[in-house]
């Protein structure tokens, strides 16, 4: 069995507070790892959007998978003021904007996004066509959290199998669900 990898510092920091406050629903590092390759790979002087920071395990990884470079701006939206003001005390790099607003404002004011993580019911389970017309041509979309667990209610189920449905059927996208993690959809927008 191979050694555990170590946590980037800035996830293993965020992960921490996350820990300190309580919040049990960071971003899990398999998902963490594959979100920091994708963020990787976004070009020079693109833009990354978060839907759902959290504690900012996510923001974390995605900013690790991008370091050292600072051409790319990050924009990482919480509506929970109180966990957003968790994230916010961490030490982010200056390319990195942290927000507490509605999802759904920002995805109809802020432009247009190389990589988007919709982490959150808003941007997902609302408004996921708002998450899709906010991808650049060729722009990359991540939804996690699809594979069923127990604790899941009904309504959780049928939201999810909309999100699901509509990405796996989307004219105009290329996706695969993919079983890393919580449950992982990748959806690339055509031209």
Do not use: N
Request: glycine fraction near 12%; charge should be negative; aromatic fraction near 4%.
């Amino acid at each position: 069995m191979p050694a555990e990898v170590p946590l980037p510092p800035l996830v293993a920091a965020a992960s921490a507070r996350a820990g300190q406050v309580g919040f049990p629903m960071s971003c899990d590092p398999v998902v963490g790892r594959l979100l920091a390759v994708l963020a990787a790979h976004v070009p020079a002087g693109g833009r990354v959007l978060e839907l759902g920071t959290g504690a900012g395990v996510g923001a974390a990884w995605i900013v690790s998978g991008l370091a050292p470079r600072t051409d790319v701006t990050v924009i990482s939206v919480e509506s929970d003021p109180a966990t957003a003001a968790v994230a916010a005390g961490g030490s982010w790099p200056s390319f990195v904007d942290l927000r507490c607003d509605d999802a759904l404002a920002v995805l109809a004011e802020a432009g247009t996004f190389d990589l988007i993580f919709a982490d959150a019911p808003a941007g997902k389970w609302k408004g996921l066509d708002r998450s899709v017309a906010a991808l650049s041509p060729y722009g990359l979309l991540v939804v996690d959290d699809m594979t069923p667990g127990p604790e899941w209610t009904d309504a959780h189920r049928a939201a999810s199998e909309g999100v699901r449905q509509a990405l796996l059927s989307a004219p105009g996208m290329t996706s695969a669900e993919l079983a890393v993690g919580s449950g992982v959809i990748l959806s690339v927008r055509g031209a």
